[in-house]
């Protein structure tokens, strides 16, 4: 079955640094991906997606490849800010979910400290 | 454009009593709907899915129960809760049309004691 694989964390940075999220996946065919992002208390946002291989999805200074030959989506931000505080979830949705099911990682808490 | 909401924000229920969380969307016909539940510290489970009124499929085993009596309208219930049961439930949803995006409501904070 399709599955997800984050790095554990928290992940404790220091304003302006770079952050690089690890997301690894299994599934048949060509899924789509995504990040979403969980600030305290809040439901999840989409933060970005890809759909095909190369692919690479950005928003709010985030960027991720889309990569099928070693089956990654890492997240990556070149300066994070304290308010990129948050849990970030990587998810697939693979080509047999009909009905839009995503498959989600654990989770990676990240913590931004001035 | 489209909106989702979720009530109650926060409720705190004794074990043994019976649950109810409603979740609406605006803007939209037909969508797909899902239930998750997300325990402390812990990812997201898919508890519930729908694409289309009374249509409800379940993807674990438990204490809660879903259901769908309007396009847009979706309901996770318990008749007893257990404690095991906390936990923060995301109600989401997608256009059923295809799109992959799933958009997700602001939670509620099951507390049970």
């Known amino acids: 079955g399709n599955s997800v694989t984050q790095m554990e964390g928290p992940v404790t940075l220091s304003e302006e640094a770079f952050l690089t999220i690890n997301c690894t996946y299994t599934?048949?065919?060509?899924?789509?991906l995504f990040w979403y992002v969980q600030y305290p208390g809040e439901g999840l946002q989409l933060l970005l997606k890809?759909?095909?291989?190369?692919d690479k999805g950005s928003n709010k200074g985030f960027e991720a490849t889309y990569r099928k030959e070693t089956t990654s989506f890492h997240l990556e931000k070149g300066s994070v800010q304290v308010s990129d505080s948050a849990v970030y979830f990587c998810?697939?949705?693979?080509?047999?979910?009909?009905?839009?099911?995503?498959?989600f990682g654990a989770g990676t808490q990240v913590v931004v400290t001035p | 454009s489209q909106t989702i909401h979720q009530w109650p924000a926060t409720l705190v229920q004794p074990v043994g009593s019976p649950l109810s969380l409603e979740c609406t969307v605006e803007?939209?016909?037909?969508?797909?709907l899902y239930w998750y539940r997300q325990a402390a510290g812990r990812g997201l489970q898919l508890l519930f899915y729908s694409v289309g009124i009374g249509q409800i499929s379940s993807e674990v085993p438990q204490n809660l129960s879903a259901s769908r009596p309007q396009d847009r309208q979706f309901i996770l219930s318990s008749k007893k809760l257990l404690l095991s049961d906390s936990g923060f439930y995301l109600c989401?949803?997608?256009?059923?049309?295809?799109?992959?995006?799933?958009?997700f409501g602001p939670g509620t904070r099951l507390t049970v004691l």
């Open positions: 989401a949803w997608t256009s059923g049309v295809g799109t992959d995006t799933q958009y």
């Open positions: 803007g939209t016909s037909n969508p797909n």
């Open positions: 890809a759909t095909k291989a190369d």
């Open positions: 998810a697939l949705r693979g080509t047999t979910d009909s009905w839009g099911k995503l498959q």
């Open positions: 599934a048949t065919g060509y899924p789509s």
